[in-house]
């Protein structure tokens, strides 16, 4: 599939939210230092979906406090393989919002802005969709959206469809070319690990429009 993928790929996504704790240093990279935090959406719900981002010293000054602000961010969604203490992959993927522009936003501004964030995707199905009937009868298909970097990596984006989303969704095949927009939301789940069952958040594509391109 890796050969496969073109460059004409698009991801584009636009985060507004409240900073839940303060930046945190995650690596550096020819010069340039990356911290990490998590953005706090609000849902319609009245709950939030809890939003991991990475975000470049040159966009902020990292020695103020942010935690509790509110920022409106602009980048792409990408996908990571965990390591372990040595360095090592494991099997789980994490996924974070990479940002190529920060703003920080009054406290007013931000609460009303804050009411969702919006994803635009152009890629390739990379696995067969997984089609499913919740027992309350709701319709879901489970994508994964290979989408192409600038300069060759590939993200690999999981994607949910709904209702009649989710029935066109599953008739489609490996390696068709796919857009779609929605919202990142998170999403909690536990993993029995050694003894123990640990709690992990995780992110994912809630779709509200998709199409395939044919031919």
């Not at 090592?88 to 969702?116: I, N, W, Y």
Request: net charge neutral; glycine share 8%; with cysteine.
């Amino acid at each position: 599939m890796e050969e496969n993928i073109e460059n004409r790929t698009k991801n584009e996504v636009s985060v507004v939210g409240k900073v839940d704790k303060e930046f945190y240093f995650s690596h550096e990279y020819e010069g340039e230092g990356f911290y990490k935090t998590n953005i706090l959406v609000d849902r319609l719900n009245d709950t939030n979906d809890r939003i991991p981002v990475i975000v470049s010293d040159r966009l902020l000054d990292m020695d103020s406090c942010y935690a509790g602000k509110y920022i409106a961010l602009n980048g792409e969604f990408r996908s990571y393989n965990s390591r372990d203490e040595e360095g090592k992959p494991k099997r789980q993927r994490l996924f974070t919002v990479f940002a190529h522009d920060v703003q920080l936003l009054p406290g007013t501004e931000g609460k009303k802005m804050a009411k969702g964030e919006n994803i635009y995707i152009e890629g390739f199905l990379s696995k067969p969709p997984i089609y499913r009937v919740t027992p309350l009868g709701r319709e879901i298909t489970e994508l994964c959206i290979a989408v192409r970097r600038n300069y060759g990596r590939t993200d690999h984006i999981p994607c949910i469809c709904w209702g009649r989303n989710a029935r066109f969704a599953s008739g489609f095949h490996t390696g068709d070319r796919i857009s779609a927009c929605g919202r990142i939301q998170s999403r909690d789940y536990t993993k029995h690990e050694g003894d123990n069952d640990i709690k992990h958040t995780t992110c994912e594509v809630s779709v509200k429009r998709i199409s395939r391109e044919e031919g």
